[in-house]
Protein backbone atom coordinates (compact mmCIF):
# COMPACT_ATOMS: atom_id res chain seq x y z
CA UNK A 1 0.00 0.00 0.00
CA UNK A 2 1.15 3.39 -0.88
CA UNK A 3 1.26 5.88 1.87
CA UNK A 4 -0.65 8.79 1.15
CA UNK A 5 -0.36 11.80 4.21
CA UNK A 6 -4.13 12.51 3.45
CA UNK A 7 -5.20 9.64 4.51
CA UNK A 8 -3.84 10.48 8.26
CA UNK A 9 -6.71 12.10 10.03
CA UNK A 10 -6.54 14.52 12.48
CA UNK A 11 -9.01 16.44 14.28
CA UNK A 12 -12.23 15.92 16.62
CA UNK A 13 -15.93 15.29 15.38
CA UNK A 14 -19.43 15.09 17.09
CA UNK A 15 -20.67 11.80 19.09
CA UNK A 16 -24.55 12.61 19.63
CA UNK A 17 -27.24 9.77 21.14
CA UNK A 18 -30.75 9.22 20.62
CA UNK A 19 -32.90 7.56 23.45
CA UNK A 20 -35.04 6.18 22.67
CA UNK A 21 -33.32 4.02 19.42
CA UNK A 22 -35.84 5.65 16.91
CA UNK A 23 -35.89 9.17 18.88
CA UNK A 24 -34.11 12.39 17.18
CA UNK A 25 -29.65 12.46 17.54
CA UNK A 26 -28.72 14.85 19.92
CA UNK A 27 -25.27 15.89 20.59
CA UNK A 28 -23.04 14.82 23.46
CA UNK A 29 -21.30 17.97 23.89
CA UNK A 30 -17.69 18.22 24.61
CA UNK A 31 -15.69 15.16 25.18
CA UNK A 32 -12.55 14.88 27.02
CA UNK A 33 -9.47 12.73 24.45
CA UNK A 34 -11.76 12.24 21.61
CA UNK A 35 -13.96 9.40 20.97
CA UNK A 36 -12.68 5.78 20.65
CA UNK A 37 -14.22 3.31 18.17
CA UNK A 38 -13.65 -0.48 19.23
CA UNK A 39 -13.91 -3.36 17.26
CA UNK A 40 -13.11 -6.94 18.05
CA UNK A 41 -13.82 -10.45 16.96
CA UNK A 42 -13.89 -13.86 17.70
CA UNK A 43 -12.90 -16.59 15.57
CA UNK A 44 -12.89 -20.67 15.16
CA UNK A 45 -9.78 -21.62 13.12
CA UNK A 46 -10.94 -24.96 10.92
CA UNK A 47 -7.91 -27.31 11.86
CA UNK A 48 -7.39 -30.82 9.89
CA UNK A 49 -4.55 -33.66 11.02
CA UNK A 50 -2.61 -33.33 7.53
CA UNK A 51 -1.65 -29.65 8.53
CA UNK A 52 -0.49 -27.57 11.50
CA UNK A 53 -2.03 -24.57 10.14
CA UNK A 54 -5.48 -24.03 9.86
CA UNK A 55 -7.11 -24.47 6.38
CA UNK A 56 -10.24 -21.97 7.04
CA UNK A 57 -11.39 -19.59 10.12
CA UNK A 58 -15.14 -18.67 10.76
CA UNK A 59 -16.01 -15.68 12.45
CA UNK A 60 -18.30 -16.66 15.76
CA UNK A 61 -18.74 -13.05 17.72
CA UNK A 62 -17.84 -9.59 16.83
CA UNK A 63 -17.94 -6.66 19.43
CA UNK A 64 -18.53 -2.89 18.47
CA UNK A 65 -18.51 0.14 20.66
CA UNK A 66 -18.41 3.63 21.66
CA UNK A 67 -16.33 5.13 24.17
CA UNK A 68 -15.94 8.89 25.59
CA UNK A 69 -15.29 10.85 28.53
CA UNK A 70 -18.24 13.29 28.16
CA UNK A 71 -17.10 16.99 29.76
CA UNK A 72 -20.89 18.41 30.03
CA UNK A 73 -22.13 16.33 33.27
CA UNK A 74 -25.42 16.85 32.04
CA UNK A 75 -28.20 14.53 33.44
CA UNK A 76 -29.42 13.71 30.18
CA UNK A 77 -25.53 12.61 29.54
CA UNK A 78 -25.44 10.57 33.03
CA UNK A 79 -28.58 8.79 32.27
CA UNK A 80 -27.36 7.49 28.99
CA UNK A 81 -24.24 6.24 30.25
CA UNK A 82 -25.45 4.06 33.27
CA UNK A 83 -27.18 1.36 31.95
CA UNK A 84 -30.45 0.62 34.33
CA UNK A 85 -30.91 4.53 35.35
CA UNK A 86 -33.96 6.30 34.45
CA UNK A 87 -34.75 10.19 34.02
CA UNK A 88 -37.70 11.62 35.32
CA UNK A 89 -37.70 15.61 35.09
CA UNK A 90 -34.39 16.44 37.22
CA UNK A 91 -34.13 13.62 38.63
CA UNK A 92 -32.29 10.44 37.89
CA UNK A 93 -33.08 6.97 39.81
CA UNK A 94 -31.10 3.74 39.36
CA UNK A 95 -32.04 -0.27 40.19
CA UNK A 96 -35.06 -0.11 37.13
CA UNK A 97 -32.53 -3.32 36.33
CA UNK A 98 -33.12 -2.49 32.41
CA UNK A 99 -30.96 -1.39 29.81
CA UNK A 100 -32.05 1.53 27.51
CA UNK A 101 -32.11 0.68 23.81
CA UNK A 102 -30.73 3.91 22.01
CA UNK A 103 -28.64 4.59 18.74
CA UNK A 104 -25.04 6.26 18.81
CA UNK A 105 -23.71 8.43 15.92
CA UNK A 106 -20.28 9.87 15.15
CA UNK A 107 -19.14 12.35 12.56
CA UNK A 108 -15.91 13.11 11.37
CA UNK A 109 -13.99 14.15 8.49
CA UNK A 110 -12.44 11.55 6.36
CA UNK A 111 -9.17 12.00 3.84
CA UNK A 112 -10.80 13.73 1.39
CA UNK A 113 -11.98 16.51 3.85
CA UNK A 114 -15.74 15.40 3.93
CA UNK A 115 -17.91 14.11 6.52
CA UNK A 116 -17.27 10.41 7.49
CA UNK A 117 -20.48 8.69 9.77
CA UNK A 118 -20.35 6.00 11.93
CA UNK A 119 -23.44 4.93 13.01
CA UNK A 120 -24.28 2.33 15.97
CA UNK A 121 -28.35 1.20 14.98
CA UNK A 122 -28.79 -0.30 18.33
CA UNK A 123 -26.63 -0.11 21.21
CA UNK A 124 -26.77 -0.12 25.39
CA UNK A 125 -24.39 1.76 27.74
CA UNK A 126 -22.35 -0.64 29.14
CA UNK A 127 -19.13 -0.53 31.62
CA UNK A 128 -17.98 1.28 34.24
CA UNK A 129 -19.25 5.20 35.27
CA UNK A 130 -17.43 7.05 38.09
CA UNK A 131 -16.78 10.70 38.32
CA UNK A 132 -14.40 12.47 40.67
CA UNK A 133 -16.14 15.82 41.97
CA UNK A 134 -12.75 17.76 43.13
CA UNK A 135 -11.48 21.14 43.90
CA UNK A 136 -9.35 21.87 40.68
CA UNK A 137 -10.37 19.21 37.85
CA UNK A 138 -13.05 18.78 35.47
CA UNK A 139 -15.78 16.10 36.49
CA UNK A 140 -16.23 13.91 32.95
CA UNK A 141 -19.15 11.16 32.79
CA UNK A 142 -17.42 7.52 31.23
CA UNK A 143 -20.02 6.32 28.23
CA UNK A 144 -19.61 3.55 26.67
CA UNK A 145 -21.99 2.23 24.24
CA UNK A 146 -21.93 -1.45 23.18
CA UNK A 147 -23.86 -2.81 19.72
CA UNK A 148 -26.65 -4.77 19.48
CA UNK A 149 -27.87 -6.69 16.49
CA UNK A 150 -31.55 -5.02 15.32
CA UNK A 151 -34.18 -6.86 13.90
CA UNK A 152 -33.84 -5.80 10.71
CA UNK A 153 -30.70 -3.90 8.76
CA UNK A 154 -26.78 -2.83 9.69
CA UNK A 155 -25.94 -3.20 13.20
CA UNK A 156 -23.38 -0.33 12.65
CA UNK A 157 -21.25 1.23 9.13
CA UNK A 158 -18.95 3.61 8.23
CA UNK A 159 -19.92 5.74 5.45
CA UNK A 160 -18.21 8.58 3.68
CA UNK A 161 -19.82 11.51 2.36
Do not use: W
Request: net charge negative.
Amino acid sequence: MARTIANVLIGYGTLSIAYPAGGSLVDVGYTKDGVNLEYDESHYDVMVEETTLPINRALTKESVKFSANLSEASLVNINNAMAGAVLAGSTITVGAGAFKLMKAQFVGTDPAGNARTITIYLCTATGNVKGTFKKEGELFIPITLEVLKPAAGNAFDIVDS
